[in-house]
């Protein structure tokens, strides 16, 4: 089994800064990317940013150039640098892990609100 733990989160005003952490521990295999998803109140779930295990990345159209992903592979854990933060921003954001086999494992999700 894997946990994910997502940290970082909180409430930080327009055009601020925040980094999301995600750690991730148990049998830890066969991984073929790492992400986050955020989902606002009345929405679905949307993909925010994804990094591979060869390191490729891939952005929603809304954060590329404000958010960036990246990983420590030794400390099993990946990053999200949120710059520029706008109030749409705000959602609670999970993260996750995605073996080759295509079998999810989710955090449990972190708040991020970004209001004046």
């Known amino acids: 089994q894997v946990q994910l733990v997502e940290s970082g989160g909180g409430l930080v005003q327009p055009g601020g800064s925040l980094r999301l952490s995600c750690a991730a521990s148990g049998s830890i295999y066969r991984v073929y990317a790492m992400g986050w998803y955020r989902q606002a109140p009345g929405e679905q779930r949307e993909l925010v940013a994804v990094?591979?295990?060869?390191?490729?990345?891939n952005y929603a159209d809304s954060v590329r150039g404000r958010f960036t992903i990246s990983r420590d592979s030794a400390k099993n854990t990946v990053y999200l640098q949120m710059n520029s933060l706008k109030p749409d921003d705000t959602a609670v954001y999970y993260c996750?892990?995605?073996?080759?086999?295509?079998?999810?494992?989710w955090g449990q999700g972190t708040q991020v609100t970004v209001s004046s």
């Open positions: 990094i591979t295990s060869g390191g490729s990345t």
């Open positions: 996750n892990l995605r073996w080759y086999n295509a079998y999810d494992y």
